[in-house]
């Protein structure tokens, strides 16, 4: 998701875009103080679980273990969120629960590979796409991005195409490709209003932009802002920082990825829900 600089950004930009009174910027600016007192940093770097997951659920084993012959390669690309940070152990990372569902719904190997960097922004894909195009391309890409755009003060068309441009190179390497768009950051319980609804707008429009952009580069887009409703009302599933999913939000949002990474890697034939 994003970091605790995204609320002083939202503030400064609200101002600057919308033309707020002074004692209206005012307003947003000290709320955004106080949220930044609130939300805890996050504590170091996500967990890494790359490796091989067998049907069973074993792993992670190493790329040449034995069983590991003719797994299915999954990459994930993004941003913390992709990355998994707030989950409390390695078996919650939203890579490795997908990474096993996949395993076990194709009945063979699958070697996970995470490129995604806590931090990142739409504008850094690109160099994330030639690390994993860097050999032979990845059978299934899962890319989360989009929150720390807001952060980077980037447009919302720029970043949309920006995103399609990294999907469409992937497609044309030959990668199935499915994207998370960017979550609703109206969920940040610390962020008060009025400052919520400008971010809860603002990451929605975003969204809205992915989701055509990575249509039309011939990925799949999964709105995780629509199919993660109780995110707003469950302050359980954030981990102690208050902005990143903990190990049960996490798994919720594996849930809903799983099935459209299935359909995108044709391990079956089920109905993929993007919007």
Known sequence: MVGIRTVQVLAVTAGSI???????????SDQ???????????????????????????????ADHPRAAGALTFAVLGDSAAAGLGAESADALPGV???RGLAEEAN????????????STTADLAAQTGRALNGTPPDVVLVIIGGNDVTARMRVGTS???????VA????????????????????????????????????ALAKAQRVAVQRAGGNAVALADLLGEFHVRTDLFSSDQFHPNDVGYEMAASVLLAPLCSAANVWEGTMVTS
Do not use: F
């Not at 106080?34 to 792993?59: Q, S, W």
């Not at 949309?160 to 990294?166: D, K, Q, V």
């Open 169 to 204: 190179r992937l497609r044309a390497a030959g990668c199935a490709v499915v994207v998370g768009t960017c979550p609703d950051l109206g969920a940040i319980r610390p962020i008060p209003q009025p400052l919520r609804s400008i971010a809860k707008k603002w990451s929605r």
């Open 18 to 28: 919308c033309g707020l009174s002074g004692a209206t910027y005012s307003l947003l």
């Open 32 to 62: 955004a103080k106080r949220a930044k007192a609130i939300i805890g940093l996050p504590e170091g770097d996500p967990h890494n679980a790359d490796g091989v997951y067998l049907p069973n659920g074993r792993g992670p084993l190493p």
């Open 160 to 166: 949309a195409e920006m995103l399609a441009t990294e």
């Open 108 to 119: 063979r190997p699958v070697r996970l590979t995470t490129y995604a960097i806590s931090g």
């Open 97 to 99: 629960l997908i990474a």
